[in-house]
C-alpha cells in the first residue's frame, strides 16, 4: 500500500487529469491519486479512466462547487497513514511528500501545509491551501462536528483556512516550506479562467461573513498556541 492517497476533487476539468498523474508519478512520491468525480461529469470519469486510474465517483449531481463534500465523501474509504489534500491545477516537485512527512514527524503535527509558491500567507508558514493529514486526525473532526475531516459549512472559499487554524489552535500543525506543491491558479498567473474557477469565487463575500462568524469555534485555542513551527 502506497504511504499516501492524494485526494483530489474535480470538476468539469477532462484536460487536467493527464498533466496531474503525470506531475505526481514524476515526482517519485510513494503515492496514490484518488480523483472523485460526479456521477454525471462523463467527461472527466473518461479522462481518468484513460490515465489508467480508477475514479472515485459521489453519488450527488456535479454544479457546484463541492470540494469539502468530496473530501469528507472518501476519507473513510482510503487506508493509507497519510492524505493530501490536493486539487487539479497543482504540480508536485520531487521530494514533496518526504519532506512533507519529515516536517510532520519532527514536530509530532497531523496536519502539515505545503508549499504552494503562491499565496504570500503560505511562503510565510502561516497558512497552506493543500494540506498533507494524518489518518489519526480524522477522530478530531471540525471545529464544531464529527464524523467530518473538513467543514461544508461554506460553499467553497475559506475551508481551508478554518481547517488550518483549527489545526494551529490544537497544536497539531507544522509548515513544511521545502514541500512544494505548487498551484497554477490564475490569481497567480499560473493559468485561465474557467467555468469551475467562477463557480467556487460566485459566494466569496458570504463566505468571508460565514468566516469571521465561525473563528469564535477555534481562536480561543489559537490563542493559547505560542508559535506555528516552520521548516
Known amino acids: 500500500m502506497k504511504r499516501c492517497a492524494v485526494l483530489v476533487p474535480i470538476l468539469g476539468r477532462p484536460g487536467h487529469v493527464g498533466p496531474l498523474v503525470a ?8 503515492a496514490r491519486i484518488v480523483l472523485i468525480c460526479n456521477h454525471d461529469d462523463a467527461a472527466t470519469i473518461a479522462a481518468v479512466r484513460r490515465a489508467r486510474r480508477e475514479p ?32 487539479d491545477d497543482v504540480i508536485f516537485h520531487p521530494g514533496w511528500l518526504e519532506e512533507a512527512i519529515k516536517v510532520g514527524e519532527r514536530y509530532a503535527a497531523c496536519v502539515v501545509g505545503t508549499n504552494d509558491l503562491g499565496n504570500p ?4 508558514g502561516v497558512h497552506a491551501t493543500h494540506q498533507l493529514v494524518h489518518r489519526d486526525y480524522w477522530e478530531c473532526g471540525t471545529a464544531d462536528e464529527a464524523g467530518k475531516i ?21 497544536s497539531t500543525y507544522a509548515s513544511a516550506l521545502r514541500a512544494i506543491v505548487e498551484h497554477c491558479h490564475p490569481d497567480w498567473g499560473k493559468a485561465q479562467n474557467d467555468e ?22 477555534w481562536e480561543a485555542g489559537l ?6 513551527p516552520v521548516a
Open 223 to 228: 490563542r493559547r498556541c505560542r508559535s506555528v
Open 150 to 170: 473538513v467543514t461544508e459549512a461554506y460553499h467553497h472559499n475559506y475551508v481551508d483556512d478554518e481547517f488550518v487554524q483549527t489545526a494551529m489552535s490544537r
Open 196 to 217: 469551475t474557477y467562477d463557480i467556487g469565487r460566485s459566494q466569496f463575500g458570504r463566505d468571508a461573513v460565514l468566516f469571521n462568524q465561525r473563528r469564535l469555534l
Open 56 to 87: 472515485m465517483i459521489v453519488p450527488w449531481t456535479a454544479g457546484y462547487a463541492d470540494w469539502a463534500r468530496k473530501l469528507n465523501y472518501a476519507w473513510p474509504l482510503v487506508e493509507e497513514e497519510w492524505r493530501l489534500h490536493g486539487a
Open 121 to 124: 500567507r503560505v511562503t510565510a
Open 23 to 30: 506531475s505526481l508519478r514524476s515526482s517519485g512520491a510513494d
